[in-house]
């Protein structure tokens, strides 16, 4: 990418930092100390069902930064340099593969080599790889109204399957939960397998992945959106921050307006979540890039690059290793602590910062 967005690195370093340094060690501190921290844990823990707090938004500014990085990456076939040739669609679909294949081995269990326990759609990584495919296709062939409309299209088609459905909005019952149940049956995350070979879904599982992909791919296209707003020379970088923090509350206040209609429901992805997300990944967008790219004001911050620009590794290794092997066996002297919990999570986290560290100092950058 020719040109690069430092507040871009550092925000998607700082959803990097929360999800794998502050929310485990905070979360290990709720259960240690759970009276005092009671005013904070429910913030480091998804929702049960409709409502959305601190832990809600990881995701969906994880897809919604994705999005931001195709006007930058992807300029040269907007401005004529280039054509997209088959060189162009064997990259997009090795982004693809790559991102699924990740995937699998972060959630999927493909590690285990166990049919019955494969989970093909389930995983963050195979959200975004939907909906960067879907948003660089149309960044690149079409112009900024047709991505809109085509945004406008997709938020349509998701409502319109609950709405046939009598906006049934059972954790199970769902339209979506029931297209998954059926696409992916046995190998959807959440089946129990009993000992006899048969399965069952999992009442306590109520993510939804195939139909809530249509708005997979409007958070990403959001997120395209804004970067085309960064990006434009038709205003100053001031005006582009002012514009996509105008941007980011009308979408958060159109969120809001519907979620009486459709609740706000992270884990199908709702309309209202998706308006309300998007517009709240505006708004940090739009602060990020006034005090980083206009105002100059990165100092102390910096260092969350070393996440930002190694995000999909930092990710990866965060949610597929056990570091806690290492930790333990370090600091097991330890053990009879109270804070011993929390004092694993640290050594866990710090291990994982130090790798990308290194990674950081040597340039080198899973680049998929």
């Given at each position: 990418m020719k040109e690069r967005l430092a507040s871009l690195d550092i925000l998607r370093g700082a959803d990097m930092f929360l999800l794998l340094f502050i929310g485990p060690i905070v979360r290990k501190l709720c259960k240690v100390y759970?009276?005092?921290?009671?005013?904070?844990?429910?913030?480091?823990?998804h929702v049960s069902w409709e409502g959305f707090v601190l832990w809600d938004l990881i995701m969906p500014l994880f897809l919604f930064l994705s999005g931001i990085t195709i006007p930058f990456s992807m300029a040269k076939y907007r401005s004529g340099l280039a054509k997209p040739d088959a060189k162009?669609?064997?990259?997009?679909?090795?982004?693809?593969?790559?991102?699924?294949l990740l995937g699998?081995?972060?959630?999927g269990n493909l590690l285990d080599f166990s049919w019955k326990d494969f989970h093909p759609f389930a995983n963050t990584l195979q959200a975004i790889a939907v909906g960067y495919v879907v948003t660089a296709l149309l960044f690149v062939h079409v112009k900024p109204k047709w991505q809109i409309a085509a945004a406008v299209v997709l938020f349509a088609a998701y409502w319109l399957a609950f709405a046939c459905t009598g906006m049934n909005l059972d954790p199970q019952g769902n339209i979506a939960m029931t297209i998954d149940k059926a696409v992916l049956g046995a190998h959807r995350d959440g089946v129990s397998w009993a000992a006899d070979g048969s399965w069952n879904f999992s009442e306590s599982y109520q993510y939804t992945w195939i139909l809530s992909s249509l708005n997979f791919a409007v958070t990403v296209l959001l997120g395209c959106f804004a970067g085309q707003l960064l990006k434009t020379e038709r205003y100053s970088k001031g005006r582009r921050a002012l514009l996509t923090a105008v941007t980011g509350a009308a979408l958060v206040a159109a969120g809001l307006a519907i979620s009486p209609l459709f609740p706000i429901i992270k884990k199908i992805w709702s309309s209202s979540m998706t308006l309300y997300s998007g517009g709240l990944c505006f708004l940090l967008t739009a602060l990020t890039y006034y005090l980083v790219d206009v105002r100059g004001w990165h100092r102390g911050i910096d260092w969350l690059k070393i996440y930002g620009m190694n995000a999909i590794t930092a990710y990866f290794l965060g949610e597929?290793?056990?570091?806690?092997?290492?930790?333990?066996?370090?600091l097991h002297g330890f053990g009879d602590f109270t804070w011993y919990p929390v004092l694993i999570a640290a050594a866990n986290a710090a291990i994982l910062f130090g790798i990308l560290l290194v990674m950081h100092k040597h340039k080198r950058y899973l680049k998929i």
């Amino acid at each position: 990418m020719k040109e690069r967005l430092a507040s871009l690195d550092i925000l998607r370093g700082a959803d990097m930092f929360l999800l794998l340094f502050i929310g485990p060690i905070v979360r290990k501190l709720c259960k240690v100390y759970p009276d005092g921290m009671a005013w904070i844990a429910p913030q480091f823990h998804h929702v049960s069902w409709e409502g959305f707090v601190l832990w809600d938004l990881i995701m969906p500014l994880f897809l919604f930064l994705s999005g931001i990085t195709i006007p930058f990456s992807m300029a040269k076939y907007r401005s004529g340099l280039a054509k997209p040739d088959a060189k162009f669609y064997l990259k997009l679909l090795k982004r693809f593969y790559l991102l699924f294949l990740l995937g699998w081995i972060v959630q999927g269990n493909l590690l285990d080599f166990s049919w019955k326990d494969f989970h093909p759609f389930a995983n963050t990584l195979q959200a975004i790889a939907v909906g960067y495919v879907v948003t660089a296709l149309l960044f690149v062939h079409v112009k900024p109204k047709w991505q809109i409309a085509a945004a406008v299209v997709l938020f349509a088609a998701y409502w319109l399957a609950f709405a046939c459905t009598g906006m049934n909005l059972d954790p199970q019952g769902n339209i979506a939960m029931t297209i998954d149940k059926a696409v992916l049956g046995a190998h959807r995350d959440g089946v129990s397998w009993a000992a006899d070979g048969s399965w069952n879904f999992s009442e306590s599982y109520q993510y939804t992945w195939i139909l809530s992909s249509l708005n997979f791919a409007v958070t990403v296209l959001l997120g395209c959106f804004a970067g085309q707003l960064l990006k434009t020379e038709r205003y100053s970088k001031g005006r582009r921050a002012l514009l996509t923090a105008v941007t980011g509350a009308a979408l958060v206040a159109a969120g809001l307006a519907i979620s009486p209609l459709f609740p706000i429901i992270k884990k199908i992805w709702s309309s209202s979540m998706t308006l309300y997300s998007g517009g709240l990944c505006f708004l940090l967008t739009a602060l990020t890039y006034y005090l980083v790219d206009v105002r100059g004001w990165h100092r102390g911050i910096d260092w969350l690059k070393i996440y930002g620009m190694n995000a999909i590794t930092a990710y990866f290794l965060g949610e597929t290793i056990r570091f806690s092997s290492v930790s333990e066996s370090l600091l097991h002297g330890f053990g009879d602590f109270t804070w011993y919990p929390v004092l694993i999570a640290a050594a866990n986290a710090a291990i994982l910062f130090g790798i990308l560290l290194v990674m950081h100092k040597h340039k080198r950058y899973l680049k998929i």
